[in-house]
């Protein structure tokens, strides 16, 4: 695991720069304690990271859950009774791995995640405009549309004009710089530029920045806009961050409804993102999706019972821990043991981080994600793509993930429907002489109820004193309902003087006097 720990160690400080916010960020979108964000972060790194079978997925607190989880902790009655589900949610998703459903991540189209991934990357660039400039109202990791400080994307932005902090936008300027340039030039030039990560130094110098101007009026940066992790003054209250859950309340019904709503929502999210990574992988290993189902489970099994929030495998972290290099699954594990290790020991210290450094960091994550020559790539693979890639990427800027991943899939679905109604057969024109038409259809492997109106539209366009070959010799597959509209049909080509002939394995046959019993025909076995 550590044979490229020279590639997973920069790669983990770049993911600890970029989970640090969003843990804060989610848990006080989902109206839990702050320190709840940071056990998940850290359980989804060691613990997570260590039983995953994936090699660059990062886990952690998700914002697509922070909407449950802001509903539930009101319903149920207050976050220990809430903890409960997160438990009884992990056991659910440990379940879904010995059943082997993890196989529903191989069901979504390469057009939805592709989309599912543009998507993402324009949201974290549309939501990190107002951090970068200083405006903070909105709390980091919120990703959905309407947001929880009662403004939608759009609107955020639009006020930021009205709240814009001159020093936190000159040191979010300064670290973009600094980014580009480790990017586009200085990396090329030296290997220790590789080791010593941009990021690193873009934190370093908002940090230093921060020190520098802290008495100047004009220029300093307040505390509303840097990073705030709990300070304990003691040990004593370093373990009163923790929260237990309130078993008593497992007979609530409620608490088992939203254990498998959790459940269910944290599997797909999960899955998706194991799909996306596993597309972004430079290396194109596969994770196995059972085994990243029970990783999932006993992560949040454990953070329910020390007071985290629920963890998912979570596509913000793990594209970046791919952008920055990183190898096996040591990457995800050390920013683990970072999170752990920095709010212990250097907590004052991460609190002088600009926010809008961090921005500067998830802008570059979010360009990546979503660059503009991905739209004219899905253009040229053909409108089949490009429309559900479209949706996909529209539905989640203006909704959320999972309603945008659902838009996508049903736009594929129906793209292929549409294409399968159009591929049921295949029609030829053999002949036109002595007055009769002979025509010889063919039709497809597969032919569902899904293709009844084509093949009825093309058997009601068969002119009078036609000949009709019908080949089946290649079709594996045939609907009943297919059967009925041929064994209809036969009495209206009697009337109409259309002579059929009959093509399959099974031997040819002039004028079939029941489609039904043919087909209905099977091989006598041997005595």
Request: hydrophobic share 50%; glycine share 10%; charged share 15%.
């Amino acid at each position: 695991m550590f044979k490229y720990i020279k590639n997973d160690l920069p790669a983990s400080i770049v993911v600890f720069f970029v989970a640090l916010p969003l843990c804060l960020g989610i848990a006080l979108a989902s109206g839990a304690p702050l320190f709840s964000g940071l056990i998940a972060g850290i359980i989804g790194g060691i613990v997570v990271g260590s039983l995953s079978g994936s090699q660059i997925g990062v886990s952690g607190p998700a914002a697509g859950l922070a909407a449950i989880v802001l509903t539930a902790i009101g319903t149920l009655g207050g976050y220990q009774n809430f903890l409960v589900a997160v438990v009884l949610g992990g056991i659910i998703q440990i379940v879904f791995g010995l059943l082997k459903a993890g196989v529903i991540a191989y069901y979504f189209p390469s057009s939805v995640i592709k989309g599912m991934l543009t998507g993402i990357g324009i949201i974290i660039i549309l939501k990190q405009i107002p951090h970068f400039f200083g405006y903070d109202a909105d709390p980091e990791g919120d990703w959905a549309f309407f947001q929880v400080d009662g403004e939608n994307t759009f609107s955020e932005i639009l006020n930021t004009v009205n709240f814009i902090s001159p020093g936190a936008t000159l040191i979010a300027i300064v670290a973009l710089a600094i980014l580009i340039l480790w990017d586009k030039v200085l990396s090329k030039k030296s290997k220790i530029f590789q080791l010593v990560q941009g990021p690193l130094v873009a934190v370093v110098v908002g940090i230093v920045y921060f020190t520098a101007t802290q008495d100047n009026p004009s220029w300093a940066i307040s505390k509303a806009h840097l990073v705030s992790v709990p300070v304990p003054d003691s040990l004593e209250s370093f373990l009163g961050f923790f929260s237990f859950p309130n078993f008593s309340a497992i007979s609530n019904g409620e608490v088992w409804v939203t254990a498998f709503t959790i459940a269910l929502v944290a599997s797909l999210e999960t899955l998706l993102c194991v799909e996306a990574t596993d597309k972004l992988d430079p290396h194109k290993r596969i994770t196995p999706t059972n085994r990243e189902l029970l990783a999932q489970g006993i992560g949040n099994s454990l953070a329910g019972l020390i007071g985290g929030l629920p963890v998912t495998q979570v596509i913000v972290r793990s594209s970046a821990n791919i952008q920055s290099g990183g190898r096996t699954k040591a990457s995800a594990i050390i920013h683990g043991f970072f999170l752990l290790a920095s709010v212990i020991l250097i907590p004052k210290l991460l609190n002088m981080i600009p926010l809008s450094v961090l921005a500067a960091i998830l802008f570059v994550v979010g360009y990546k994600l979503a660059k503009p020559s991905l739209f004219k790539t899905m253009y040229e693979s053909g409108w089949k793509q490009f429309v559900p890639f479209v949706v996909t990427v529209v539905g989640i800027v203006l909704t959320d993930l999972l309603v945008g991943i659902g838009l996508g899939l049903g736009v594929g679905i129906v793209v292929i429907l549409i294409k399968s109604y159009q591929n049921s057969h295949f029609l030829h024109i053999e002949d036109k002489s002595n007055g009769v038409h002979k025509i010889k259809m063919t039709l497809a492997e597969e032919v569902t109820f899904i293709n009844k109106g084509a093949i009825l539209k093309e058997l009601d366009r068969l002119p009078e004193n036609s000949y009709l070959e019908l080949d089946v010799r290649k079709t594996r597959y045939l609907d009943n309902d297919i059967v009925e509209i041929l064994e209809d049909f036969s009495s209206k080509a009697k009337t109409r003087n259309i002579d059929i002939k009959l093509v399959s394995e099974r031997g040819v046959v002039e004028n079939p006097p029941s489609y039904i019993e043919f087909f209905n025909l099977r091989p006598k076995k041997s005595a």
